[in-house]
């Protein structure tokens, strides 16, 4: 089973889902699939199929009102990626200032 950051790095890598997503966050409620699908030059299925990569990292959630369906934009699963992130730039940032600080060290020294 894949883990969170890896379905949110899935979800996010495709160029049609953050726009998918994108569409999603700045509606002011939630979208149908017909809407969704008639803002991007791809069949309804192929919208579908980016929904549930979306839907299975937790950046949309589906309602079902009658014989629509309805999407809604979650960006609170973002934070952890946020984090992932935030670990790594720390770390090259101190790997950096310990290169330097060594360098500055093996000059002077």
């Given at each position: 089973?894949?883990d969170k950051i890896t379905k949110l790095f899935k979800a996010v890598a495709d160029p049609?889902?953050?726009?998918?997503?994108?569409?999603?966050?700045?509606?002011?409620?939630?979208?149908?699939?017909?809407?969704?699908?008639?803002?991007?030059?791809?069949?309804?299925?192929?919208?579908?199929?980016?929904?549930?990569?979306?839907?299975?990292?937790?950046?949309?959630?589906?309602?079902?009102?009658?014989?629509?369906?309805?999407?809604?934009?979650?960006?609170?699963?973002?934070?952890?990626?946020?984090?992932?992130?935030?670990?790594?730039?720390?770390?090259?940032?101190?790997?950096?200032?310990?290169?330097?600080?060594?360098?500055?060290?093996?000059?002077?020294?």
């Amino acid at each position: 089973m894949q883990d969170k950051i890896t379905k949110l790095f899935k979800a996010v890598a495709d160029p049609t889902r953050r726009d998918i997503f994108h569409a999603l966050v700045i509606a002011t409620s939630a979208l149908s699939i017909t809407q969704i699908s008639n803002q991007f030059d791809m069949s309804r299925q192929g919208v579908t199929k980016h929904i549930k990569t979306l839907e299975d990292a937790g950046l949309v959630h589906l309602d079902t009102k009658g014989r629509e369906r309805f999407c809604n934009a979650n960006a609170k699963p973002l934070k952890e990626l946020n984090k992932w992130i935030q670990f790594y730039e720390q770390f090259w940032d101190d790997s950096l200032d310990n290169l330097d600080n060594y360098l500055n060290t093996s000059k002077h020294g």
